[in-house]
């Protein structure tokens, strides 16, 4: 059975997870990203240590430029490592900095943007390259310094000059948060963006640990912020999916996720499956030449040439698959001249107003308002006679499709449709942590909702 829309409204929502940054997993704390000893450590990694891990990044290792300290020509690595031990600043925290601000460790041949502005030092929101102050810190030598040298500065003089503290409460996003350690603070201070700080988090993750722990839900869609690609969590897989045809009549959108391109790349490369490549309603031809239209997760057999004539359906559509292409796809009905709308159609009982989906000659109900909402929004719906429902099979009710957040009028408990199960939020905590928010959740009938069986809480991270 279809359980999807056709097509969607995008909703953009906020980041997944964040978390701080440790050898250890642990769970999403916005108001406790690194720990004041972890910032504190230059002893993570020596010069050798920089140098290896920048010659297996990128090109940063093999650019030269002026210590403005000591006024030696230092390469990359020197310039990191010298900073590091200059401030007591932890030389992953420098390396992660560049690479959020400038993207310059992953870089092959840095531009002289990249170099001139690695750290994004004195560089603010609205203010120019070429004001004074971004002059005087401009140049790779010049910035890494002054990176590692704003973290030391603030941790040595925040109390004294009015910064902002631990324990303090301020707005970042229009979400209000308490750091409860002084690095926090600093970190919100130099980047007072929380997508920025989760950015950094992310890096760290990626490149030093942690990353296991970014689990999502089967049914969930995450969308890369950077370049816009898409893909599904299904069996627990990251399944790509490869044109825009295929998202908006297969998925709801509408609580899809959106990472920065570090978590959408670790999802990928630790539980890569394969991509979605078909549209609901395609047509397609096997190698042994039998056509069939995929609908929903099934394939439905055309027997001949006469049928396909007879359904009205267009030759210059079929695709020529391979069998291993649609494998996944389990086999449903074939398709004969007596079908009763073959690729579905919401009907509705002209007399009560209830409406049902029909499919290969079987109704299935639609018990509550928000399943229209969640999988046909914006579908035709057909008014007809009782005695033309009468004449149809009947089937099961229509359940949520996957990804759809809802609840009941009289609880205030949210749950999310995965694996055709109600998986509920324990938290508000929890439930902002996965980016979901509060305005895209559709409130049902218990009627509708005990469709579904339960299924785990939702959780920050895999037990």
Not at 35 to 62: C, N, V, W, Y
Not at 119 to 124: I, M, S, T, V
Not at 278 to 295: K, M, N, P, T, W
Not at 413 to 434: D, H, M, N
């Amino acid at each position: 059975m279809r359980l999807f829309r056709r097509w969607i409204i995008f909703s953009c929502v906020v980041s997944l997870f964040s978390a701080p940054v440790t050898a250890r997993a642990a769970e999403f704390n916005p108001e406790h990203i690194i720990s004041d000893s972890e910032m504190r450590d230059a002893s993570t990694m020596d010069l050798a240590g920089i140098r290896q891990f920048l010659m297996s990044k990128g090109g940063l290792d093999a650019e030269f430029d002026i210590d403005p300290i000591d006024g030696m020509l230092k390469n990359g690595s020197q310039l990191i490592h010298a900073a590091a031990e200059r401030y007591q600043v932890n030389p992953r925290y420098i390396l992660a900095l560049l690479q959020k601000e400038s993207s310059i460790v992953e870089t092959g041949r840095p531009t002289d943007r990249q170099r001139d502005w690695a750290a994004g030092y004195a560089l603010c929101d609205g203010c120019a390259r070429s004001a004074p102050l971004a002059k005087k810190y401009k140049g790779l030598g010049r910035q890494i310094d002054a990176g590692a040298g704003w973290m030391d500065w603030y941790l040595r003089n925040a109390a004294s000059l009015g910064k902002l503290q631990a324990g303090q409460q301020f707005t970042a996003d229009g979400a209000k948060l308490t750091p409860t350690n002084l690095v926090t603070a600093a970190l919100y201070s130099y980047t007072p963006h929380a997508h920025g700080n989760r950015l950094l988090w992310s890096i760290l993750q990626r490149w030093f640990g942690g990353v296991d722990d970014l689990r999502l839900p089967d049914g969930a869609l995450v969308r890369n912020m950077t370049t816009g690609a898409v893909a599904v969590i299904e069996g627990g897989k990251f399944r790509p999916i490869l044109n825009r045809s295929v998202l908006v009549t297969r998925f709801n959108t509408t609580n899809i996720i959106d990472l920065n391109q570090y978590d959408f790349a670790t999802l990928q490369e630790r539980s890569s499956g394969a991509p979605l490549r078909f549209a609901d309603l395609s047509l397609v031809r096997s190698e042994d030449g039998a056509i069939y239209l995929l609908i929903g997760t099934a394939k439905r057999l055309i027997p001949s040439t006469e049928v396909f004539r007879q359904i009205g359906f267009n030759p210059e559509e079929v695709e020529d698959v391979r069998a291993t292409d649609i494998a996944e796809y389990a086999d449903a009905a074939p398709i004969t001249a007596d079908s009763s709308f073959p690729t579905g159609q919401l009907l509705q009982n002209a007399q009560t107003g209830g409406v049902y989906y029909v499919e290969a000659g079987v109704k299935h109900p639609l018990v509550d308002r928000a399943i229209l909402t969640a999988n046909f929004f914006g579908d035709r719906i057909v008014r007809v006679t009782p005695a033309a429902l009468a004449g149809l099979e009947n089937g099961d009710a229509v359940k949520f499709s996957e990804g759809t957040l809802v609840k009941t009028k009289d609880d205030p408990t949210v749950y999310l449709i995965s694996g055709s199960k109600k998986r509920p939020f324990t938290s508000e905590k929890i439930f902002l942590a996965f980016g979901y928010t509060f305005t895209n959740v559709l409130v049902t009938s218990s009627r509708a909702l005990a469709l579904h069986e339960l299924g785990e809480p939702m959780v920050l991270t895999a037990q």
